[in-house]
Each structure stands twice: as structure tokens, then as C-alpha cells.
């Protein structure tokens, strides 16, 4: 792959490896699981937002990007995200985010907020 860098319009390819393809056929699986059932809703999105991270995360490690270097706010963003996905059901305060994540409460509120426009505790609130 060059080392050009992506338009807006460009569409990078993914390739999965067994490991990353059982991965995303799983999450996949349970979406369809959740779809067809009585009460779709809300595993669904999340299960839609799992999967988005698990692509990105192959991404970052075919280091592909869409859109060139990503910033330390998206990073950051990112990462939080993933974090959130991993431990929303045991831990629900905004300091074990930011410790986890090597930053002050107070940087990683003004960052996810400018980012996303909502607060942390409002994700945590969503995920649970």
C-alpha cells in the first residue's frame, strides 16, 4: 500500500485476518440475534457501536486511515469509547476513565464533550 494519503473520497480496504473476521462475525451474529427478536432496541445500537470500534481498531493496526493522522482529541475519544465498552457495567465514574487513560478528569471531560458534544457521564449513563 502507498503512503498516500486518503481524500474524502477515497475508500481504504480492510483486510481481515481470521482472528479480526471471528471477531466481527460474532458481533455480527448477536446484531442479527437482537434485530430479529421482540425487542431490538438498545443492544442493537450498542452492538452497532462495538462494531464500529472493533473496525476501527483493525484499522489503527494496519495503521489505515480515511482521513490521514488522527488527532490526540479523536485518539483520545477513541480510546475512551473502546474503555467505556470494556468496563461500563462495574465501573461508572469519571476518574477511573481518566486514570485509565493517563489524563486529569478534568481534560478528559472538556475533551469528550468537544469531541462529541455530550459529557462522560452521559456516555456512562447511555451504556448503561
Request: glycine fraction near 4%.
Amino acid at each position: 500500500m502507498s503512503t498516500s494519503v486518503y481524500s474524502r473520497y477515497t475508500t481504504p480496504k480492510l483486510h481481515l485476518n481470521s482472528e479480526d473476521a471471528s471477531k466481527v462475525g460474532i458481533t455480527l451474529k448477536l446484531m442479527s440475534h437482537y434485530l430479529t427478536s421482540d425487542y431490538p432496541g438498545e443492544m442493537t445500537i450498542h452492538l452497532v457501536n462495538f462494531l464500529l470500534l472493533q473496525i476501527v481498531d483493525i484499522f489503527q493496526e494496519q495503521n489505515i486511515s480515511a482521513c490521514g493522522a488522527s488527532s490526540r482529541t479523536d485518539e483520545l475519544y477513541r480510546l475512551f469509547r473502546k474503555l467505556l465498552v470494556d468496563n461500563y457495567r462495574k465501573e461508572h465514574g469519571i476518574l477511573f476513565y481518566a486514570d485509565s487513560l493517563h489524563v486529569s478528569r478534568t481534560y478528559l471531560s472538556r475533551v469528550i464533550k468537544m469531541v462529541s458534544g455530550k459529557t462522560v457521564n452521559a456516555f456512562i449513563s447511555d451504556a448503561l
